[in-house]
């Protein structure tokens, strides 16, 4: 199995409207509006980071010897994905 072509097939698509939804809970004001180039953006980035996250836990269950992602490789990664992001 080669981690490349393995990593290179991973996709992620996000809900624009669960992107609206979170960021609206963090503001105060109720009022607030967020435009939707704003919410695109959200989106591509949180898009970026469960990839880089699925391709990371991928990597390491590959160094790993196994071909099934389990919980703990995902584990194992996010504190320096947190830390990269």
Same mark, same amino acid.
């Given at each position: 199995?080669?981690?490349?072509? =393995?990593?290179? *097939?991973? =996709?992620?698509?996000? &809900? %624009? +409207?669960?992107?609206? @939804?979170?960021?609206? #809970? $963090?503001?105060?004001?109720?009022? =607030? &509006?967020?435009?939707?180039? =704003?919410? !695109? %953006?959200?989106?591509?980035?949180? $898009?970026? /980071?469960?990839? +880089?996250?699925?391709? !990371?836990?991928? *990597? #390491?269950?590959? /160094?790993?010897?196994?071909?099934?992602?389990?919980?703990? @490789?995902?584990? &194992?990664?996010?504190?320096?994905? %947190? /830390?990269?992001?």
């Amino acid at each position: 199995m080669n981690a490349k072509d =393995t990593v290179s *097939n991973i =996709t992620a698509s996000v &809900r %624009l +409207e669960a992107i609206k @939804h979170i960021l609206k #809970q $963090q503001f105060k004001d109720p009022k =607030t &509006r967020i435009g939707d180039d =704003t919410v !695109r %953006l959200v989106g591509e980035v949180v $898009q970026v /980071l469960i990839i +880089e996250a699925a391709a !990371r836990s991928c *990597n #390491q269950a590959l /160094l790993a010897g196994l071909s099934v992602v389990e919980m703990e @490789h995902v584990e &194992r990664v996010l504190p320096k994905l %947190l /830390l990269d992001f």
